[in-house]
C-alpha cells in the first residue's frame, strides 16, 4: 500500500463541469493544470489511480434530447464531449510528469486506447493513470454509472466523487441554509431519502458490490490527497 495512504487503488470521478473552473463552458487550463498538479503528488507516492470524466461543459445528453434531440443521439454527442476532456487532462498530466493512457469506450484507435479491463489494471500496476472515456459507450447511461461500474471491474478500493460541495446533505444547501451535512451514510439510506448523491443505478450497483465512496468538494486544493489519507473530508457512503 502507498505509504501514508488508507487506499491503495482508487477511481475519481470528475464531472466535465469542475474542469470549466469559473468560466461555466469549457475546459479552464488553469483549473486542469491545478487539478494535474495534485495527481502528480499522488501517483508519485504510490496511489494507483483511475479516471472517469464527464462532458458536462461540453453537452449535455439530456439537456439535448430535452430539447428535441434523439436521446441516444444526443447520448454519444456527450460521449464525445468526455473523450475532450479525457484528452486535456492526459495533456496536462504528461506535462507534470505524470505518465497516463486514455482509454475510450467508443473506438478511436488514433487518439485513444480501447478499453480492456485488464490492460487497464496492468497500466494502473505500472504506475500510469487509466482515464476512461466515452462513459459506457452506450446511450441511456451516465457517467456516474460508469464510474460505478469501471470500479467494480478495475477492483479499486474506493469510488472518490468530486463535486462542487462539500458532501452530501439531506437537501439541497444551495437552497436551504439549515441543510444538514453527512459525515457517513449507507447506500440504502441514499437510495430511501432520494439524495441526488449519484443516479440509482449507480448507487444500486456500488452497494451491491461493496465499493465505498466518498463524496468530497474538489475545488478546496489538497482535498483529493486528504480523503485518500482517511482524513475527515466529505462524506463517506458504504
Known sequence: MADGYKYDRVLLKLSGEALAGDQGYGIDP??????????ADIVQDGVQLAIVVGGGNIFRGLAGSAEGMDRAQADYIGMLATVMNALALQDAFERHGVFSRVQSAINMQEVSEPYIRRRAMRHLQKGRVVILAAGT???YFTTDTTAALRACELDVDCLMKATKVDGVYDCDPAKNPDAQRFDHITYMEVLNRGLNVMDATATSLCMDNDVPMIVFDLTQRGNIQRALRGEDVGTTID
Open 137 to 139: 459507450g452506450n446511450p
Open 30 to 39: 488553469k483549473v486542469v493544470d491545478d487539478l494535474a498538479d495534485q495527481i
